[in-house]
C-alpha cells in the first residue's frame, strides 16, 4: 500500500527542523465539553467488539480471546481481542522480515510521510481517542487529553528527527576521500508498551522504530489491547504497507517470550515494570542457536521519584506540585510523586496544605471527569491496599486509605497520605504505583538530597526552593534522569524533557530527545577514494 500525500507532507514542514507540541484542550470551554462528551457517547456505541491479530496484513481470530473492560465498570466490556501465543512467533516473524525487505530502502521522506499522516489523522479524531483512553483504563479527561497530545507529539517529533538523523555527516571530510555516516535499521523489532500510555509510549516506540526502517511485532498491554488496535487501524489508514507493524496481543509468558528468544529478533522496546523488564533484558542477552548479532534492550522500568520540599520554598506551588505528582491518574505513572521529603522546618505547615488539597479530590468514574478514576484492575487494587495496610504500620494515615464502594464495581482507591515515614521503610521504597504518598521529614536539605537518592531507582524527581545554592546542588547531586524545579515530578514534554531514567529505572533511552531514534538504528561509515 503506497503512503498517501508524501510529498505534500514533506513540504508542510517549513522548515522540517521546526516543533511545537500540541496545545493542551481547555475543557473549561463549552464546546470542548460538549465535544468529549459526544465522543463518549460514540466510543459507548462501539464497545465490545472483536478484533483480529494482523499478520503481514492478514487479521487471524483465535480460539482464545483477551478480554478487555472498563476498571470503572468491570461488566462493561470495551473489546474482545484474538490472543496470539507461541505458535503465532514465527508468521509474525515471518511477516515482519518480509516486510523488512523492502521497508528498510523506503527513502525516509515516505516513513516520515507515515508518521505525519497518523499525526493528522489523530488531531482530527482527538476526543474520540481520548474517550477510548477513558474507557479501557480510566483516565480522566485531562489525563486522556495529555496521552493523545503526547502521541501526536512524539508522531511529529520523531518524523522530523528522522530527517535529520538522515542528514548527518561525519565530523571531518578527510583529504581525498568522501566520507558518509549512515544510521541503517536494525531489523525486526519486538515493541512491548505498558497499559498506563497505552496510546501515546506504545505509538512513540512503534513510530521510532518504523521511521528509521524497522519492521514491528507490536505486542500491547492485556490490559489495554483496545487502544492499541485503534492505533494500528490509524497507521493503515495513513498507508501503512502490510507487515510494517504486526498486531499482536498475547500473553507475556507465551507469546512475548517467545518472541524476545526468538533468533531473528533484533531489538526489543519495553516500558513496564522493573522485574519484567530485568526477565527481558536476561532473555534477550542469551544468544540463540542461528542468531548473528547481540540484541539491543531498549527498557523503561519504572521509578520510585521524589519532591524534596526546602524550608524556603513556595509551600502552596509545592503542595499543589506534589498533590498533582502523586493523584494524577491514580498514581499509576513511572514519574509519580510517591515521596515527598520537606524539611523539618516546614514540615507541619506543609502537611497541612497538602491535606487540604487532597480533600478537595474527588473520587469517581473518569467518564464524568472525576480527579482520581480507578486502578486499572483487581490485581493492581489489592496490591496497592496491602501496601496501604504495611504504611499505616510504618508511618500516620493523614488521608485516604480506603476503596470507596460504589455500585458498578469498579477499582477505585482513595488518594493516601501516610506521614512520618521512616526513608527505608517499604512504602518508601518499593514501587506502589498507584495513589499512595509517603511524607518523609528531614533536617537539613542535604539530607534530603541524600535520601532522594537512597532507592535502587532514578527517573523522575523534583526540588522546590528559591535558593540558587540548592537549587546547583540538585543539579549536580540529585540522581535522576529528569529533575524539575519548582514544578512537578510528571508531566514530561517531547522536544522539552527527553524522558528516561538511571539505575534501575532503565537504559537510560532517552524518549522524546534528540538521541532516540539511533537506539534503533546501526552506524555505518563509508569512506570513497577519490582520483
Known amino acids: 500500500m503506497a503512503i498517501a500525500s508524501a510529498s505534500s507532507s514533506i513540504e508542510s514542514l517549513a522548515p522540517p527542523g521546526v516543533f511545537a507540541n500540541e496545545p493542551f484542550t481547555d475543557f473549561t470551554a463549552p464546546e470542548h465539553a ?3 462528551r459526544a465522543a463518549l457517547d460514540q466510543v459507548a456505541a462501539q464497545l465490545g467488539r472483536e478484533y483480529a491479530l494482523v499478520l503481514g496484513g492478514k487479521r487471524l481470530k483465535t480460539a482464545a480471546q483477551i478480554r478487555s473492560v472498563n476498571p470503572a465498570r468491570p461488566a462493561q ?6 490472543k496470539a501465543d507461541a505458535t503465532h512467533v514465527e508468521a509474525a516473524i515471518s511477516a515482519a522480515l518480509d516486510a523488512f525487505a523492502s521497508w528498510s ?4 521522506e515516505e516513513r516520515v510521510s507515515l508518521l505525519l499522516n497518523a499525526a493528522s489523522i489523530l488531531r482530527q479524531r482527538k476526543f474520540e481517542f481520548m474517550a477510548w ?15 493523545v497530545g503526547e502521541t501526536i507529539d512524539f508522531l511529529e517529533f520523531y518524523a522530523r528527527e528522522a530527517l535529520r538523523l538522515a542528514q548527518a555527516v561525519t565530523p571531518i571530510q578527510y583529504p581525498g576521500e568522501r566520507n558518509e555516516l549512515l544510521y541503517i535499521p536494525l531489523g525486526v523489532g519486538a515493541v512491548i508498551p505498558p497499559w498506563n ?4 509510549i506504545l505509538a512513540g516506540m512503534t513510530a521510532a522504530a518504523i521511521v528509521t526502517g524497522n519492521t514491528v511485532i507490536l505486542k500491547p498491554s ?11 487501524a490509524v497507521l493503515e489508514e495513513a498507508g501503512m504497507p502490510a507487515g510494517v507493524v504486526n498486531f499482536c496481543p498475547g500473553s507475556g509468558e507465551s507469546f512475548g517470550n517467545a518472541l524476545v528468544e526468538h533468533p531473528k529478533t533484533r531489538f ?9 523488564g530485568l526477565e527481558i533484558h536476561l532473555r534477550a542477552a542469551h544468544t540463540q542457536p542461528g542468531q548473528i548479532w547481540i540484541k539491543r534492550t531498549i527498557l523503561e522500568m519504572g521509578g520510585k521519584d521524589s519532591i524534596l520540599v526546602a524550608a524556603d520554598a513556595d509551600l502552596d506551588a509545592a503542595a499543589a506540585g506534589v498533590a498533582a505528582s502523586a493523584f494524577g491518574f491514580s498514581g499509576q505513572k513511572c514519574s509519580a510523586c510517591s515521596r515527598a521529603i520537606v524539611e523539618a522546618p516546614v514540615y507541619d505547615a506543609f502537611v497541612e496544605k497538602l491535606r487540604q488539597r487532597v480533600a478537595a479530590l474527588t473520587v469517581g468514574d473518569p467518564a464524568e471527569n472525576d480527579s482520581l478514576g ?4 483487581q490485581a493492581a487494587r489489592d496490591s496497592i491496599l496491602r501496601y496501604i495496610e504495611i504504611g499505616k504500620a510504618e508511618g500516620r494515615l493523614i488521608a485516604g486509605g480506603h476503596a470507596p464502594a460504589n455500585d458498578a464495581g469498579g477499582y477505585f482507591i482513595e488518594p493516601t497520605v501516610l506521614a512520618d515515614v521512616p526513608p527505608h521503610a517499604v512504602v518508601a521504597q518499593e514501587e506502589i504505583f498507584g495513589p499512595v504518598l509517603a511524607l518523609i521529614k528531614v533536617e537539613s536539605f542535604e539530607e534530603g538530597l541524600r535520601v532522594a537518592n537512597n532507592t535502587e531507582y532514578g527517573l523522575t524527581g523534583a526540588v522546590y526552593t528559591s535558593d540558587p545554592a540548592k537549587k546547583a546542588a540538585a543539579r549536580s547531586a540529585f540522581h535522576v534522569g529528569n529533575l524539575y524545579i519548582n514544578r512537578k515530578c510528571t508531566g514530561a514534554m517531547v522536544g522539552a524533557h527527553p524522558f528516561g531514567g538511571f539505575n534501575m529505572s532503565g537504559t537510560d533511552s532517552k524518549a522524546g530527545g534528540p538521541d532516540y531514534l539511533s537506539l534503533f538504528t546501526q552506524a555505518k561509515s563509508v569512506a570513497e577514494k577519490l582520483g
Do not use: C, Y
Not at 530502502?105 to 525516509?108: A, H, K, R, S
Not at 500510555?197 to 501515546?200: G, H, I, K
Open 34 to 36: 460538549r465535544a468529549m
Open 77 to 82: 466490556i470495551v473489546g474482545l481481542h484474538a
Open 105 to 108: 530502502q523506503t527513502p525516509v
Open 133 to 147: 483512553l477513558t474507557f479501557e483504563v480510566g483516565k480522566n479527561w485531562a489525563e486522556a487529553d495529555a496521552d
Open 197 to 200: 500510555f497505552p496510546l501515546a
Open 222 to 232: 492485556s490490559d489495554a489491547p483496545t487502544v492499541a488496535a485503534r492505533f494500528f
Open 268 to 276: 526489543v522496546a519495553f516500558t513496564g515494570s522493573r522485574p519484567v
Open 374 to 377: 480507578p486502578v486499572v484492575n
